[in-house]
């Protein structure tokens, strides 16, 4: 950790007047140990209890503990961070670590401590078991002190406002957030403001929208902590394994006024840059809680842009469609990457965060998207461009976080070092992208006109020239990790440092030439200088030679066969040395942090460059990416009804997996259903994946995995995929199942793409196969979303006779001596089986079971379905290599999109799968009648339930 400490120039921060910040804990702070919480934070009951006889250090630390009611309190003393008493016991057990005591006049008090040089993985420890943390540090110099050393909270970490590099994922983003409600007069509206920091890097994001808005938008900044003010709504993470800590922070801080003042010190007029109240009062907030959490030191000088945003401006993919698509995380679809892994060949932490960023909230303007691809198109090209790009950028270090550190002033002199490796890339950059080293082979690229896209870039590379040279005249080239022990600014940069360098080296010049000195003068040839750190220099003399000893040398030390002296002169020399050492130290620490100042004060043009090398790197990553994967450049079309056009489409992730990926073609015109169907394990919910990946892809920038695709632009991609429970959310499978669908039902419009995978699996069939159907006829007749739809409810097949934009399409497979295959190929028309007796059987499913199986759906069937049929509808490949049952249910299988259901299809339409009659047509008329996207998931499971009862009773 590059936190200054022990140092008398050391800026002494205030003790933090806010006494009290934080609301009392209560209940909804979230993964943080109840049992201990009152205990441990703040100032522990077996301190207070002893609060009178304290001694003065105790006392100190009581003090400190005080103020910070919700943070447990680490107190430096020398060389360890300590607790006592309960917070004591606390971090024993968290960070397992021995629990001692310390015993004074006043009693004994547990004791536990980690070693403040490395204190990183148990600050993790600490984090991850759901503490804040406040370091009280010394912050006077320990010998210097008269008395007690001065300490004081010099930072609280907490999950949302880690800046500590060892604590921090390289290249990735770590905001804290707060939401706040607006002044209903202020905001009539009701919308609620979102204000994000990355306290890391200094970047800062608002907006403001209605609760569902920003509930959406939270799961896409995915904060690491959450503030609350009052009257905020709770938030709850969709994902409660991925979720954020959340609390109520003092309410003061949202107050109007006192929002309006914070922000005034980040820009001019603030009342009058942000729409809406709550937007001001969030934004206000956030910042006030980042400054208590570096020391209340003052607005944080590299927050230099408040960016306000609109959801809306970026293709909207709410947390279902990330975890659906596996774009951050995998969920075990075939492979054990995700889309970002996929695509994540960036060179350094910059392009790494860029990426993430993209991915999260790709673009919804044409010209934007055209353009990143144009961009991507010339580095794809110019491949020595390319590799000549990325290996400058892989000695980039990570600017953003490091320019938060200087403005902070916690950056030592190894991070200026690397801000000068990476400002000493730039020219080198700039030189490549000008196609300057291109050899002969290339020459015609290197005259092609560079894409403005690139040309923009490579104006935007700021050379700093006077930060790098600066820096490289003080700095020293490989300086040690301590800013205050001298070694840091080099020789010729400061005159007074020099002389006193100067002054120390002579000095010992003249120790080092003593020894001869001595020698000749007393003729006691074993006579030796040395120097130890207690009693400094002296002159040694063997007692055998004792009676040599001139007059002016002093006894200093008696060892068992020898004297050791000084000389006035030594001692002279000695204090000389020793003065001039420690004056220049201190110089040099002088020097460091005012070199660090001048820096800092370039903080804004600093950001501005690690932009323009993020975006170069994100840019150069899917170039490499689209050369490597082989991707094409989608031809984006502005044009409202435009559809989907994929020529062998495949998953970006799965074909990674696979050996043997089969493209397939997608044609979906604007506002049409494609009902997909086929046996399991055959592709279907790959198949879907890769055309919404697609749309993603081309609309971050990227190429795609195809071999040609046009697309038009999306404004919001829905999921509703997989039936897994969120016990944690205390949502049963079908109650998550219907929530997602009416989200679908109620936003959805001719600009999303919607992707239902086996809607209505997670009840029983017969219901299930309505609310599908219902659904998918909504969705065609009043939403008009272009829909991919795969399901098991082959009956949904006959929609394509009825509704003019659905159409088939199913995948097959073949068996060959009993082995199925799947061809992964997705043909027109519908499939007319699920085929599960078979997959269970390959999957291993003991055979009594798959024959008991076999039997029971052969009892259900029409006698002409599976009777006739044992292979189960699957078909012949087209080598037509399997027997004649297979090939005859292969024409079955390939119907055309408006073939009308056959025989069997329709009887078993008529039945559930256990075997009940079917429906009454007046109860099969009401189900049908229920308007979905009106409809609440409680009201819909309350339907469902009358529905069951009038069945049973024989309705
Ligand atoms: N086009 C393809 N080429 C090669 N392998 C594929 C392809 N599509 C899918 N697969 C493989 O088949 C597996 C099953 O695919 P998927 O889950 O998409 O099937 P499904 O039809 O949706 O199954 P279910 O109906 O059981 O959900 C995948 O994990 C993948 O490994």
């Given at each position: 950790m590059a936190v200054e400490r022990s140092v008398s120039a050391v800026a002494v921060s205030e003790v933090p007047t806010a006494s009290a910040r934080f609301m009392p804990a209560g209940d909804r702070i979230r993964g943080m140990p109840t049992a201990d919480r009152e205990t441990v934070t703040g100032l522990p009951p077996g301190i207070a209890a002893a609060r009178e006889e304290l001694t003065p250090m105790l006392s100190q630390y009581a003090d400190l503990c005080a103020?910070?009611?919700?943070a447990l309190v680490l107190f430096q003393v020398g060389d360890f961070y300590e607790a006592f008493c309960e917070a004591a016991t606390a971090v024993s057990r968290v960070c397992e670590v021995t629990l001692t005591e310390r015993s004074d006049s006043t009693g004994d008090y547990p004791m536990a401590g980690v070693p403040i040089d490395n204190a990183a993985p148990y600050l993790d420890s600490l984090l991850d078991a759901g503490y804040r943390v406040a370091l009280a540090d010394q912050v006077e110099d320990a010998d210097q002190a008269s008395g007690l050393v001065d300490r004081a909270v010099t930072e609280v970490i907490t999950p949302g406002t880690v800046v500590e590099d060892d604590l921090l994922e390289a290249g990735t983003t770590n905001y804290v957030a707060a939401v706040a409600a607006g002044e209903e007069e202020a905001d009539p509206d009701g919308s609620v403001g979102l204000a994000a920091v990355d306290v890391s890097t200094g970047e800062c994001l608002v907006t403001a929208g209605d609760r569902d808005a920003i509930a959406e938008e939270l799961d896409r900044v995915a904060p690491a902590e959450l503030i609350t003010g009052p009257a905020a709504p709770d938030f709850a993470p969709a994902d409660a394994e991925r979720g954020w800590t959340t609390h109520e922070y003092d309410a003061d801080v949202f107050d109007r006024c006192a929002a309006t003042e914070r922000l005034s010190a980040y820009l001019s007029a603030p009342e009058r840059r942000f729409d809406a109240d709550a937007e001001l009062r969030a934004a206000g907030a956030v910042l006030a809680y980042a400054e208590y959490t570096q020391g209340?030191?003052?607005?944080?000088?590299?927050?230099t842009r408040i960016r306000r945003y609109d959801p809306r401006d970026r293709l909207r993919l709410d947390a279902a469609a990330q975890r659906s698509l596996e774009?951050?995380?995998?969920?075990?679809?075939?492979?054990?990457?995700t889309l970002f892994d996929a695509l994540?060949?960036?060179?350094?932490a910059l392009g790494r965060r860029r990426l993430e960023r993209w991915l999260r909230r790709p673009l919804v303007d044409v010209e934007a998207i055209r353009s990143r691809h144009d961009a991507v198109g010339e580095l794809a090209d110019r491949s020595l461009v390319r590799e000549g790009v990325a290996e400058a950028l892989s000695?980039?270090?990570?600017l953003e976080r490091l320019v938060g550190r200087i403005s902070r002033g916690r950056a030592d002199a190894r991070d200026l070092r690397s801000l000068h490796a990476t400002l000493a890339v730039v020219p080198e950059l700039k030189a490549t992208l000008a196609g300057e080293e291109d050899t002969a082979s290339e020459a015609d690229d290197a005259d092609r006109p560079r894409t403005d896209h690139l040309r923009d870039l490579r104006d935007r590379l700021d050379e700093l020239v006077a930060v790098r040279e600066l820096i490289d005249e003080a700095i020293?080239?490989?300086?040690?990790?301590?800013?205050?022990?001298?070694?840091?600014i080099r020789d010729g940069f400061d005159d007074d440092l020099d002389a006193l360098r100067a002054t120390e080296r002579e000095g010992r010049e003249w120790v080092a030439d003593l020894e001869a000195t001595e020698r000749e003068r007393t003729?006691?040839?074993s006579l030796s200088v040395g120097h130890n750190q207690v009693h400094g220099y002296y002159i040694e003399v063997t007692d055998a030679n004792?009676?040599?000893?001139?007059?002016d040398y002093r006894r200093r030390q008696t060892l068992k066969n020898s004297e050791r002296y000084v000389t006035p002169e030594l001692k002279e020399r000695e204090e000389e040395i020793v003065a001039a050492a420690e004056r220049a130290d201190a110089m040099e620490y002088e020097r460091f942090v005012d070199v660090r100042e001048r820096v800092a004060a370039e903080t804004e043009r600093i950001q501005g460059l690690a932009e323009a090398l993020a975006e170069l790197d994100a840019l150069c990553s899917f170039a490499a990416v689209a050369v490597g994967g082989d991707y094409v450049r989608p031809e984006i079309v502005?044009?409202?009804?435009a559809g989907v056009e994929i020529e062998g489409g495949r998953h970006p992730v799965v074909e990674r997996g696979s050996g043997s990926f089969v493209p397939n073609d997608a044609s979906l015109p604007r506002g049409s259903i494609a009902v997909i169907t086929g046996p399991?394990?055959?592709g279907k919910s790959t198949y879907m994946r890769s055309v919404a990946l697609a749309v993603v892809l081309a609309q971050t920038g990227s190429f795609v995995p195809a071999q040609a695709a046009t697309l038009p632009v999306f404004d919001r991609l829905f999921t509703r995929v997989g039936a897994s429970d969120d016990i944690a959310g205390g949502q049963s499978t079908f109650m998550r199942e219907m929530s997602e669908l009416t989200e679908i039902l109620h936003d959805a419009g001719s600009d999303s793409l919607v992707l239902l995978d086996e809607?209505?699996?997670?009840?029983?069939t017969t219901d299930g196969r309505a609310i599908a159907r219902a659904a998918a006829e909504f969705i065609h007749d009043d939403l008009g979303a272009t829909t991919l739809f795969a399901t098991?409810?082959?009956?949904?097949?006959?929609l394509a006779a009825e509704r003019e934009r659905v159409f088939n399409l199913h995948f097959t497979a073949t068996r060959e001596d009993g082995d199925v295959t799947f061809l992964h190929r997705i043909v027109p028309g519908a499939s007319s089986s699920s085929y599960g007796v078979e997959v269970a059987e390959l999957a291993g499913v003991p055979a009594p079971v798959v024959e008991r199986s076999r039997s029971l759906v052969t009892e259900d069937d029409?006698?002409?379905g599976r009777d006739a049929d044992p292979a189960g509808g699957i078909v012949a490949d087209e080598s037509g290599a399997t027997g004649d049952d297979e090939a005859a249910r292969g024409a079955a299988d390939t119907a055309p999109d408006d073939a009308t259901p056959t025989a069997d299809t329709r009887d078993s339409d008529t039945r559930a799968d256990d075997g009940t009659p079917g429906l009454a047509p007046d109860l099969a008329a009401e189900l049908r009648d229920i308007d979905l996207a009106q409809t609440t998931p409680i009201e819909a499971l309350n339907a469902l339930h009358d529905l069951q009862s009038r069945i049973d009773d024989g309705e």
């Open positions: 103020p910070h009611e919700d209340d030191d003052g607005p944080l000088s590299y927050v774009l951050f995380e995998n969920r075990g679809l075939g492979a054990s990457d994540d060949e960036t060179n350094c000695t980039a270090y990570d020293a080239v490989t300086p040690p990790p301590e800013i205050t022990e001298g070694g840091v003729g006691i040839d004792a009676d040599r000893v001139p007059d502005d044009d409202a009804d399991n394990m055959s809607v209505g699996r997670g009840t029983a098991h409810y082959h009956e949904l097949t006959d029409d006698p002409v």
